[in-house]
């Protein structure tokens, strides 16, 4: 068994569902310290969701910094009697590794620790230096993790320059796909307003269910942007409608129309809302509108980190990697915010948040040696600068 295999099942094993890290930290900080890391722990959330987060650093003689980011929390299992197995009981079937957290990500947080300690092996005082990023509220509300040691950083100027999120970006072999950015979330909730009255009597009425119609499907046939060479365009979706008391004969007061933008760089918070809140208004609607930003588009252009990945991949696997916007948000959008070059890199995507969560188990030695590689390969950059 290997080292990356074997601290793999090691966190597995830790149950650790969002928002308790279930004492991987304490595992990973083991690796950490003898390495020469400074381990420096910020706890955050209220008593009752209290949030496990590690800044862990060894400065290099360059003053460059690559982090490695990622979450120890994992999702709820779901019905345990649909498991095959016991999802916190690491499990080899078929040339796979089951169990929860397998694939999302605790088989990447395994395979950084490992590549660290042997790219610190061969160069003990390297020009590059180290970080881990690591949070316990990651799949949940994502308020007390890695935004909080975001702004920690940026307050005391304490940056990365670089920064690998190891979460399952992959399609069918690991290293396939990077994600070299996200798109923004901006979710909103519409009421539109009318006057409740018998369904027999309209004229008595105002049905806002048939008056927000009209302007609902203006903007489902809006185009918002044209997207770009890494973005596609922005999109807009309702995800519930909900109006009436469940009488049948009743026409409702109000109805509430929950939506979500997934926006590209081309786009800003502001702009959508201003272009959504125009279409209303031209269509007389009597409304309350609320916004949450989720988080913000970021893109790393092709450049030093990027190439890097790209060259470490085709070394070690012999892969092109593809790269991609695609999918849903991650902490890569906070670490943008104060980091200029983040990417995305870990093994297949297909059975995170799944029953029977599971990782082939010849795609976790490539990872770690991808990841040794892009260390040994931005260290020989620093080199000869």
Known sequence: MSRTLRLAEQLIALPSV??????????????????????????????TFRVRNL??????????????????????????????????????????????????????IAAMVVATQEFLASQPEPDLGLAF???????????????????????????????????????ERTGDMIKNGRRGTMSGKLTVKGIQGHIAYPHLAQNPIHTAAPALAELVAMRWDEGNDFFQ??????????????????????????????????????????????VLNRHGLSYDLTWVIGGLPFLTTPGTLVEAVQEAIHSKTGIDTQLSTTGGTSDGRFIAQICPE??????????????????????????????REVLQGLNRRLQAA
Not at 20 to 43: A, N, R, T, W
Not at 74 to 98: A, I, K, N, Y
Not at 136 to 152: I, N, Q, W, Y
Request: proline share 9%.
């Open 133 to 171: 990023l690591l949070t316990s509220d990651e799949e949940g509300p994502a308020l007390d993790g890695t935004v909080v040691v975001c702004k920690m950083l940026k307050a005391r100027g304490d940056a990365p320059d670089y920064c690998i999120v190891g979460e399952p970006t992959s399609v």
């Open 342 to 371: 983040v990417i995305e890199l870990g093994p297949p995507n297909a059975t995170i948040h799944k029953i029977n969560e599971h990782v082939a188990l010849a795609d976790i030695e490539p990872l770690k040696d991808i990841y």
């Open 18 to 47: 969002t928002p308790d890290d279930g004492g991987c930290m304490d595992v990973i900080m083991s690796h950490l310290k003898p390495l020469g890391f400074q381990c420096e722990e910020i706890v955050s959330g209220p008593d």
């Open 233 to 278: 365009p922005t999109s807009w979706q309702i995800s519930n409608i909900h109006g009436g008391t469940g009488a049948s004969n009743i026409i409702p007061g109000t109805v509430v129309i929950d939506f979500n933008f997934r926006f590209c760089t081309e786009s800003t918070p502001e702009h959508l809302q201003q272009r959504l809140t125009e």
């Open 55 to 108: 800044w862990a650093h060894k400065p290099g003689r360059s003053g460059k910094t690559l982090a490695f980011a990622g979450h120890t929390d994992v999702v709820p299992t779901g019905p345990l009697e649909q498991w095959t197995s016991d999802p916190f009981t690491p499990t080899h079937r078929d040339g796979q590794l089951f169990g929860r957290g397998s694939s999302d990500m605790k088989t990447s």
